[in-house]
Structure formats: C-alpha cells, structure tokens
C-alpha cells in the first residue's frame, strides 16, 4: 500500500496516554493539516512515524514497509520538528551539505533560492539564528530534501506575517511543481487553511475527524442574530457551541440547512475551518 500507514498505534509517558489506538492514512501526494489543541497527540504521532519514539503497541508502514528503525522506510520521510540536530556551531551553507549525504535528492540550488528568497544568510551559524530565522532554515532544508512524505510540525513558529504568507505560497508552488505529502501540524489554523486538501483532526490522543476540507465544511454552518430568534431555530439541530453578546447569538451547527426555513433576521454563514476545529475540540 502507498502512502504512510498508522496501524492501531498507542503510547504512554508514565500515567499519561499520548496517543490511543490511532489508526489513519495519510495518502501520496496529498496536503494534510493534522491539528489538534496542545498536548493532543500531534508531536508524538509525528514522532512515532519517523521512528524518534516508538509505540508501545501498533504499526507504521511506508509504502508498505515497516517504519520501525528501517532506514529503507525511513529514508522515504523528513521531519521537520522544533528541535534542531545540526551542531550548533555548524554554518547553515555546511548543513545543506550535510543533509544532501543523508538525502541524496536534496536540491542544494532549490535551498540557496529558497534561502534567498527568505533571506537567509547561509554563512551564518545556526547558533545564532533567531527563533524565526530558526525555523526557515528547518523549512528550507525540509523542502529541499525531495522525499516523498515532508513532516512540518509548527513550521512557521517565531515566522513574521510576511514570511509566513511566503511559506504558504512555497508549498504551494513545490506541491504544484512536485506533488509530495506535506503534513503540517500547526495551531494557526486560519492561515494554513489555504493550503489543506485533507483535514485530520487529533483530540486527547485519538482521531476524531479524517476528511476533505470541504466536505468536514460542508457539513457545519452559523447562526447568528437575536438570541430568541437564533434559540427558537436551533430546536432539534445539533448545536455545537455559542457566542452570546448582550441580547445577540451566534450558534455553530452540525448539519445542512435549508434556508427556505430561515427566519428573517437570522443571518447564515460558512463556519471557516478555524472555528469548526474549535468547536470540535471544545466539546
């Protein structure tokens, strides 16, 4: 089977369960958005893929290859994480040629343009990047491997808006140049939602939803107006959360709506994706 598979996965750290039998494909040549509140299970489902942890009970196959400590599966991923394993000390133009020994696909004048179009000065030592300059780099080197499954998670922390409204226009245009997967793990939602085909969300380990973006939109609206008039159409609908203010109301629903039954005054609205993964995650 292609793509990488998550087979029945659980993991412990002492009392806490991370992840409880997680179960989920992520497909070739794909954009995912695995989202989830802190401490959800992202990092260490991340983390078990790409063998920097192991399950205590459960499979992960590459292309159906068994991941585990199997570096003809492994050599397939690039993780891209907030922990750094270059040396400290190591310029960023030497870290490009280090990664090119691991990953002989890595495309040394794609990360100079990339680099460039960032403004990343590769000469400099990656102990005294700033948190931002930090995390381009990891984007840069992830994105220039070439593998077939690129991991990003919280790529665009410490970003500025303008470079993370780069980094979002770059997968696009890589995806589009070479389709790969890219799995982007990340808390700002709104902004990455742009760029995701398929939406899976993680909440207190296992997965709740594993879905198209439209069609998990698809599926939820708004409701807003006066609190009497919202209340009195929410009879009998599975209302997920709501917003009072003063004598307004705005409630979120699961389900399709057919507006020749909405009363004057109450205004309908798509739920974006930030407020549905909200919503979803609160109850």
């Not at 993370?164 to 982007?184: G, H, M, Q």
Request: aromatic share 8%.
């Amino acid at each position: 089977m292609s793509g990488i598979e998550i087979k029945k996965i659980s993991k412990s750290f002492g009392d806490v369960q991370a992840l409880k039998d997680v179960s989920v494909v992520f497909e070739e040549n794909k954009i995912y958005g695995l989202l989830g509140r802190n401490g959800a299970g992202k990092s260490t489902l991340l983390n078990v893929i790409t063998s920097r942890i192991f399950a205590d009970s459960g499979e992960v196959t590459v292309d159906g290859i068994t991941a585990a400590d199997n570096d003809l599966a492994l050599q397939k991923i690039y993780m891209m994480s907030e922990k750094n394993y270059y040396p400290d000390t190591m310029k960023i133009k030497d870290a490009f040629k280090w990664t090119k020994e691991f990953y002989p696909d890595f495309d040394a004048a794609y990360a100079k343009t990339l680099a460039d179009r960032f403004e990343l000065n590769l000469n400099k030592r990656i102990k005294s990047l700033s948190t931002g300059y930090s995390s381009i780099f990891k984007i840069v080197t992830a994105l220039s491997t070439n593998v077939p499954y690129i991991l990003l998670d919280e790529p665009v922390l410490g970003l500025d808006a303008n470079h993370r409204d780069l980094f979002y226009k770059i997968v696009i245009e890589k995806y589009s140049a070479n389709p790969c997967t890219i799995i982007i793990s990340t808390h700002l939602i709104e902004e990455a939602a742009g760029v995701i085909e398929q939406v899976v969300v993680i909440k207190d380990g296992s997965i709740i939803r594993d879905e198209p973006r439209e069609e998990l939109l698809s599926k939820g609206y708004t409701v807003s107006g006066v609190a009497t008039a919202v209340d009195a159409f929410l009879s009998g609908k599975n209302v997920i959360g709501a917003d009072t203010l003063g004598g307004l109301k705005t409630a979120y629903v699961l389900g399709t709506i057919d507006r020749t039954k909405v009363s004057a005054g109450l205004e309908i609205s798509k739920m974006d994706l930030q407020r549905m993964f909200i919503q979803l995650t609160n109850t």
